[in-house]
């Protein structure tokens, strides 16, 4: 398992969780980290300063349906030793986003340089889990057959607020026939930390998206004649609200590239 | 189901949540919780100066199971309008302890006059959900029908510890033949909220405690000659946790005397 050697090509990718993460640590992949480490939790990245790291914490507490948190750091500390072995959050995603008075001002390879000894890491599960285990259960997943990005919609929904942090819950959306999307929902109601059950299907007005065919982030996908509209809520909530809050300073992942973690996926 | 007026003696318990806390509110109970508001969920409370709540949420966020968050106040507020209508929570729980330097140094029947800007409230699941749906499904509950309080140990399992707050996992016992101790890991296993499944079941020994009959906490329980001691994770970890710290001030519920919330117990 702990065979290093043979990661880092596409066909290759590493099964072992320690693996991918020295495999990104040492920038031996692009950085994304779909399909690295099949049945492991990935997870999104959010680091702030100690002085909104409470209010954060609540906000995330209030909304564990788009904000799963799994883990969080002593304040100061680069390890994360709940969620993996001998992780250093400075290094091990494949990219960085930094922000500064909610601006996004850089896009890194790793936050060595501008770590601080007062920021606190806070990690929360992504919705790979549930589409590997839609997978593995023969439910298709529209984007993932077309390659391209899920669609993402701003709902009217909302967050309940907690400090500077609030906002809309943003939904992903993927079309499923009826008896696909009972079984999607059994299914993902097993995977809390991502994300859990769908938070709507069919109508999207009845949640505030007036136009299907115009996601607010990612690629618009086709839902068939004899499909409906099926929406979880997804891990941009988080990033929105940290936006909207617009911290003197604040670290994410960048989209597609996550924290492999040791923790199973289910 | 909000009429007040029938409430308050031992046989007509309140069934509302709203009412339960309005009756404990006006001081017309013993303060006592356990029975009122059947099927909505009870939580312990630890009251704590901002300047530990970060690391006392850690501590929450990282032995989810003999300590499942349930709701956080805003800093200096009372209210906790996740878990209840017009609650406060100076008030509405039948009897409170003052900790001072980690010392219990006063009980009393509301906190109004302590209460300070700073302070963040934590309210986490208690065991009552769980043993009501053990009754409800014919599984027998050792010290309910003895009348007595349910026995607890300090075990040699460890808590994840966060700043100042560790220290072992306190684990209560309920005595059950094999089949009942299987269908109660079944039933328990739907409470998250309320610690789920058993972390033990057998050999007392296992998790390091000597003499079953002399609990650390609670009263001595018989074992039939066919049953087996089944323990589940107790909400006096989080307790043992904050006196080991001992903070310069804290607020908890008493024992029995628990926060009636408006959530439905599973």
Redesign the interface.
């Given at each position: 398992m702990n065979d290093i050697s043979r990661a880092g090509s596409p066909d290759t990718l590493p099964v072992d969780p320690y693996v991918a993460r020295q495999v990104i640590r040492r920038g031996e992949t692009d950085g994304r980290s779909a399909g690295m480490a099949p049945g492991f939790l990935q997870g999104n990245l959010v680091v702030l300063p100690?002085t909104h790291?409470?209010d954060f914490?609540?906000f995330c507490?209030?909304n564990p349906v788009p904000c799963p948190?799994v883990?969080?750091s002593?304040?100061g500390s680069t390890a994360l030793p709940?969620l993996g072995r001998d992780i250093d959050i400075r290094t091990d995603i494949g990219s960085y986003n930094i922000f500064r008075d909610g601006e996004l001002t850089g896009r890194v390879r790793d936050v060595c340089e501008v770590w601080r000894d007062d920021l606190?890491s806070f990690v929360l599960g992504c919705s790979y889990s549930f589409e590997e285990a839609l997978a593995r259960e023969q439910v298709p997943v529209r984007h993932i057959e077309l390659g391209c990005v899920v669609p993402m919609y701003y709902s009217n929904l909302m967050t309940?607020p907690?400090?500077p942090f609030g906002g809309p819950i943003v939904v992903s959306m993927r079309p499923m026939s009826v008896p696909d999307a009972i079984r999607a929902t059994e299914i993902t109601a097993r995977f809390p930390n991502a994300h859990g059950k769908p938070v709507h299907l069919g109508d999207p007005a009845l949640i505030g998206i007036r136009d299907i065919d115009r996601p607010d982030e990612g690629d618009r996908v086709p839902i068939g004649g004899d499909e409906i509209p099926v929406f979880w809520a997804c891990g941009v909530t988080p990033q929105l609200a940290l936006r909207s809050a617009r911290l003197p300073f604040a670290i994410t992942h960048t989209s597609g590239s996550m924290l492999v973690t040791d923790l199973p996926a289910g």
């Open positions: 100690e790291a409470l914490f609540r507490q209030r948190l883990g969080v002593d304040t709940s606190v309940v907690a400090g």
